[in-house]
């Protein structure tokens, strides 16, 4: 099965203190509840996934991972993961 690009394909919980800091929302920290595995592109064949893990936070009680909030929200803001 191919999934589309950007996708999460995978979910593990996150542990208690994670956050994520968003470049133009300097002063707020927004939980990660999880962690995805997600796809990020398909090799030159096509017939392999390039995944990567990124966190998945909360927003204004909404999920985001770190390509969903680029894709829908500001492609220009830089997501930070901070312990």
């Not at 099965?1 to 996708?7: A, G, I, P, T, V």
């Not at 927004?30 to 995805?36: E, F, L, M, P």
């Not at 996934?49 to 803001?77: C, I, N």
Request: hydrophobic share 40%; no cysteine; charged share 20%.
């Amino acid at each position: 099965m191919r999934y589309l690009e950007d996708s999460p394909v995978s979910l593990a919980a996150a542990g208690p203190g994670w956050h994520v800091h968003i470049s133009s929302r300097p002063n707020e920290q927004h939980r990660i509840v999880a962690w995805a595995t997600v796809v990020q592109t398909y090799t030159e064949a096509g017939d392999h996934a390039v995944t990567t893990v990124e966190p998945v936070f909360v927003f204004q009680g909404a999920l985001y991972t770190t390509s969903e909030w680029r894709d829908s929200v500001s492609a220009d803001d830089i997501v930070k993961v901070v312990p």
